[in-house]
């Protein structure tokens, strides 16, 4: 093909501690040295091409050391093992030190292991999973990926193979069988409700936690993650939301050995359609509904099957539950499926222009690393690496305008009872930033959580059935599009909705839960660009003002600032600039730009626009397209 190989091994990926900073092996040029912009001119048609390779040194001696089994290749949609065939992987460019990547606004490539130094354009991304497979000559560096009856892929079962083959990787757990089908709750449900609950401080539990992995063996078995796609029925799959689900898959699943497994979570709105109990009802809707590619990978849900097992949570209205209930799937979800250790969460408007991959492990290593001591206070800050430095430097600034010793442990409220670890310390300050290194989180998500009381988010106390009230501890977080839980929190989520009735907002329930239990939470400094011509210290000021004239509060003079974002939602206020960008990389012509380049050329002409090449970066949403 022309194209070499380049290797980000993820087992290498830099973690960064609260006291020193490290650099990936992919970092390239560094941004962060750079003032934030979103001048994205960078063209694939003048950079060399690589085939980009993430994943670990699979049966090396030095992966041997540390895990069980042996990783087998796995079949792929062209049917033949993905990590031997050119066609099924990704190719990436380069970015030359000369011309580097704009700099994000908020959150960091250098300090999370993501790395900036290497671009992707639309071919070079998208063309494995069919991009324009029927384009004699599209100008690129690659030959064109063979031409795949994509209708005749089965994704469920390339992914059951899959697993299959590198089995003896993973912890075994009998008596649990694979199903995918939700069931209406039973007698011996509601008795054994207290049994779902996983206890870190009881390691002989059939269901263990990611803190048990390495219990009578220094080599360990890997823990495996589900990561499921939020859908609806009358969802129209766009040959561009093809794409993406294919990737997931593919990178995600296929290459890694079966490290993850991709879902369709599928909302049926037709209460009258009797899912799931009806099995010939549940094939016509995966008929009507679903492309055929993906039937095997699809759970179905419905407003009565939630119902049915939280009747106490709130009120289940069809036309807003999948909002005011977005956790409750995923807790029914990890019932059925026991033998994942954590669950991804991922709405289908949200694109990544880089290698899922190289981020999902990027981002799950990097908050394993995270220290416990002062992590809500971190997290409630936008991490602006122009502003704060370093993130080690950000960690001590965090450390010193902290007033007291922070949150420590679970914060209790009645009802109650806490699952978490107690902390080794009676004294934060007599921990050196030690518990938790190492610990795999209960909660990531890619945004800051913020105590919400001290702000003037329309839905802080919007709080049902906590015997505490208005004085229940919670936290929040301003947008949930991308976020990753683990089975403890989301068994301790579902045992409270059941038992109490307890309900919030979905972007408070899995935050103040992992609060209350005392779990770990990670925010994840994300690399997130915004388009607007202001000096970025007035920026600073708005996002991580402690009073009421910041953007968690909405309104006023700020609230136009969601719209020229790359990741967030904010009702009323659009945003524009994410669909604005992937417009551009996808080569439709857009004639708006950034607020940079509109007072230099009006006319909104770009050189080399046709093969833009982004770094990797996370877009919400991504409407229309």
Same mark, same amino acid.
């Given at each position: ?25 992919? $970092? ?19 950079? !060399? $091409? ?5 994943? *670990? ?83 690129? %560096? ?18 059951? +193979?899959?697993?299959? &083959? ?38 002989? %539990? ?26 609806? @029925? ?5 040959? @561009? ?9 593919? +990178? ?35 008929? /009507? ?47 059925? &499926? ?10 289908? @408007?949200? &694109? ?98 913020? @105590? ?28 949930? !599009? ?9 068994? $301790? ?16 329930? !899995? ?9 770990? $939470? ?12 202001? *000096?970025?210290?007035?920026?600073? /000021? ?21 719209? +020229? ?55 919400? *949403?991504?409407?229309?397209?």
């Amino acid at each position: 093909t022309g194209i070499h190989e380049v290797d980000v091994d993820t087992e290498s990926l830099s973690g960064v501690d609260i006291s020193s900073s490290h650099d990936d092996d992919d $970092a390239g040029a560094q941004p962060e040295t750079l003032k934030p912009s979103t001048d994205f001119q960078t063209s694939s048609l003048h950079l !060399p $091409a690589e085939l980009y390779d993430p994943y *670990p040194e699979y049966n090396s001696p030095r992966w041997k050391r540390k895990w069980k089994g042996t990783h087998v290749a796995c079949l792929g949609p062209r049917g033949v093992d993905v990590n031997n065939n050119v066609d099924d992987m990704v190719v990436a460019h380069p970015i030359l030190s000369s011309t580097p990547a704009p700099a994000p606004m908020f959150g960091s490539y250098r300090d999370t292991g993501l790395g900036a130094g290497h671009c992707f354009d639309r071919y070079s991304r998208n063309s494995p999973y069919g991009y324009e497979e029927d384009v004699v000559n599209n100008f690129t %560096q690659r030959s064109a990926p063979s031409k795949v009856d994509w209708e005749k892929v089965d994704w469920g079962s390339l992914q059951e +193979e899959c697993f299959i &083959r590198n089995q003896d990787r993973y912890e075994q757990r009998p008596n649990n069988p694979r199903t995918s089908v939700f069931h209406y709750p039973k007698h011996q449900d509601m008795d054994e409700l207290n049994s779902t609950l996983i206890h870190q401080q009881k390691p002989s %539990q059939e269901d263990k936690s990611y803190f048990d992995w390495q219990i009578g063996s220094s080599r360990q078995l890997r823990k495996r993650s589900a990561v499921l796609l939020r859908s609806y @029925d009358t969802k129209e799959y766009t040959p @561009d939301t093809l794409y993406h689900i294919r990737s997931m898959i593919t +990178e995600l699943s296929l290459h890694s050995g079966g490290e993850y497994e991709v879902f369709l979570l599928v909302q049926i709105r037709d209460l009258e359609m009797p899912i799931p109990s009806d099995s010939l009802v549940y094939r016509e809707a995966l008929d /009507r509904f679903v492309p055929r590619e993906f039937h095997n990978i699809t759970v179905f849900f419905n407003v009565p099957l939630l119902e049915a097992w939280y009747r106490k949570a709130g009120k289940h209205d069809p036309n807003n539950s999948q909002q005011v209930h977005m956790t409750q799937p995923l807790q029914l979800f990890s019932l059925i &499926r026991p033998d994942f250790d954590l669950y991804w969460q991922f709405e289908l @408007d949200v &694109r990544y222009t880089g290698h899922h991959y190289h981020h999902l492990e990027a981002v799950r290593r990097w908050a394993e690393k995270q220290p416990r001591r002062l992590q809500w206070e971190r997290g409630s800050y936008f991490y602006m690496p122009f502003i704060h430095g370093t993130w080690a430097k950000f960690c001590k600034m965090v450390q010193n305008v902290t007033s007291g010793s922070g949150i420590w442990g679970a914060l209790p409220t009645t009802g109650i009872t806490a699952v978490g670890p107690e902390p080794p310390t009676q004294k934060p300050e007599d921990d050196d930033f030690e518990w938790g290194v190492g610990e795999q989180a209960d909660m990531i998500n890619v945004m800051p959580m913020v @105590d919400p009381v001290k702000t003037h988010m329309m839905f802080r106390n919007w709080i049902e059935n906590y015997p505490d009230g208005l004085d229940t501890p919670r936290w929040s977080a301003p947008v949930t !599009p991308m976020i990753a839980m683990s089975k403890r929190l989301l068994r $301790a989520m579902h045992h409270s909705q059941v038992s109490l009735g307890t309900q919030m907002m979905p972007e408070m329930l !899995p935050e103040s839960t992992a609060l209350q239990h005392g779990m770990k $939470a990670v925010a994840f400094p994300e690399p997130v660009y915004l388009d607007v011509d202001k *000096p970025i210290e007035e920026i600073e /000021r708005i996002y991580n003002a402690q009073n009421n004239a910041s953007v968690w509060n909405g309104g006023g003079p700020y609230a136009g600032l969601a719209k +020229e974002i790359t990741y967030w939602w904010s009702a009323g206020y659009k945003p524009e600039y994410s669909n604005v960008l992937y417009r551009r990389w996808l080569g439709l012509n857009e004639r708006y730009y950034s607020a940079r380049e509109l007072t230099v050329n009006q006319q909104g002409d770009v050189t080399d626009h046709s093969r833009l090449c982004l770094p990797p970066i996370l877009l919400h *949403p991504i409407k229309g397209v």
